[in-house]
């Protein structure tokens, strides 16, 4: 991880020197005396929005503002909670004071975070934004389901029939050091399409020994309470457990955890 964050921090400066004449979002400069990822993650979340101009409306800055509101949540992720907390209070305040920007800034955060067909959707980050965002009823509900089996959590321990079973296993029963979740509905078209790719991996298959997958119909009778413990806005929904039981990784991508496995 932090080999990637290296190199989104040097791709970021030179986005910023190759595109010079088309005006760039402005990054802020990172003293060269800076050398470790982390320090350089922390100066530049800090001070990300400083330099952005939240007056101008004009249709060139609305572009520029929504790559760059693209980059930003992408380098959210890399930071530890009170670094990403403390960030997004800082770009909260600065879109409170236009509210011009309000709106279009609320449109950037369903689009990319709140979309579950958004390939950048990621629940911790839309969590910290959420927390900061004025309050709504919409946003009370979304933060309460986003914040449902985070990364690094114990998982809800949920009784489930899987495809294939006759009778119900209790997760916390399952005896495994890595077990998958695979949540679907048989009626659902992206689940027809994925499912088939998610039982040829030959990645999984690699990791027998270590790996249980479950297969698991939520909207079989037995399984319909799942979605009282489980948040899945968009399915398949695949959540990677630890032998404990900790969520590794939630509603990822078969790639994502096709790339997890082979580390």
Known sequence: MARKLT?????LCCTFALKAQERPFPYPAIPETMRQPQERLVFLLE???????????TAVNRATEEQGFVDYIDLLQYADSAVAAKSVRIF????GKTPQRQQHFDGLIDHYLGNPESPMRNDVTYAHLLRVLPTTPQR?????????????????DIKFVADGA?????LSGVESSLTLLVFHDPDCEHCQQMLPQIKQSSV?????????????NIEAEENRAIRDSYYLPALPSLY????????VIKDGSLQ?????LQQ
């Not at 001070?47 to 409306?57: A, E, G, K, N, V």
């Not at 009370?140 to 809800?156: D, I």
């Open 140 to 156: 009370t509900f979304l933060l309460g389901e986003v914040t449902r089996n985070q990364p690094g959590k114990q998982a809800a």
């Open 7 to 11: 190199i989104l921090l040097l791709l």
């Open 256 to 260: 994502r955890i096709e790339a997890f």
């Open 166 to 170: 006759t009778q119900p296993l209790q």
């Open 92 to 95: 909260a305040d600065s879109i």
């Open 47 to 57: 001070r990300y929005w400083s330099l952005f101009c939240f007056d101008d409306s």
């Open 240 to 247: 990677l457990l630890d032998a404990e039981k900790r969520v």
């Open 204 to 216: 999984l298959s690699g990791k027998a020994q270590q790996l249980k997958i479950f297969y698991i």
